[in-house]
């Protein structure tokens, strides 16, 4: 099946660093998303990407979708300590097929921040 | 409002027993998901619905079983479980198939 490889596994970083992390897969998305996830909670929505060279900001965060179609990154800008979690990227085919809809998650970036 | 709302939070349950897991949105979603995450793992898809029919089955084993009442409500029904079941059971749903999801807060299921 389609694997989407995200980078790093993990961050260590004090508080105000900015972090960096992204995703590459070797299929097409029409969607990229990014996800961030606490201990014990569900996944909440952060960015959507819609289309191919897209920069978003969402406050500190910023992600953009590649010019390729097939790689996105995510960027959090002076970070807190409540950022720390975990961060997934998502990619979505909009296309026909058994992949149709589906989200296809990266293995996620731990992210700890030390004050 | 991209308010998911699954019950209950915590579940613990038997190899013997039934139960049932429970997701509610009012967004008027049309599409609606039954995921399973175990820790620090993204989370696997289990089931799609999409206008209130099966339209994604993970190759699921039949002790999930997944029902859709109507375009706001999505059970999970779980019958003879096995311990390596336990995990957080994620609900989603989006407006249609092709966009973005928002997920619930999940059900942590301990199969003992």
């Known amino acids: 099946g389609q694997q989407l490889n995200q980078s790093p596994q993990s961050m260590f970083i004090q508080e105000g660093e900015d972090v960096s992390m992204n995703c590459t897969s070797s299929s097409i998305f029409n969607t990229w998303l990014w996800y961030k996830q606490d201990p014990g909670e569900g996944p909440v929505l952060l960015i959507a990407?819609?289309?191919?060279?897209e920069l978003t900001s969402n406050g500190r965060l910023t992600a953009q979708f590649g010019i390729t179609r097939k790689d996105s990154f995510l960027n959090i800008s002076a970070s807190i300590p409540s950022d720390v979690g975990i961060y997934f990227c998502a990619g979505q085919r909009a296309t026909g097929g058994t992949s149709y809809g589906k989200l296809t998650f990266g293995q996620g970036t731990i992210l700890t921040v030390h004050p | 409002d991209t308010e998911v709302t699954q019950t209950p939070k915590h579940l613990v349950m038997g190899m013997t027993n039934k139960k049932s897991l429970k997701c509610e949105q009012h967004?008027?979603?049309?599409?609606m998901y039954w995921y399973k995450q175990k820790a620090k793992k993204p989370p696997e898809l289990m089931f799609v619905?999409?206008?209130?029919?099966?339209?994604i089955n993970e190759s699921v084993p039949s002790r999930f079983s997944p029902e859709c009442p109507n375009s706001s409500l999505l059970n999970l029904h779980l019958h003879a479980l096995q311990p390596e079941d336990s995990a957080l059971y994620l609900c989603a749903s989006s407006r249609y198939i092709r966009t973005e999801a928002f997920f619930g807060q999940g059900t942590r299921l301990t199969v003992v």
């Open positions: 619905y999409s206008y209130e029919k099966l339209s």
């Open positions: 990407l819609y289309k191919a060279g």
């Open positions: 967004m008027g979603h049309r599409a």
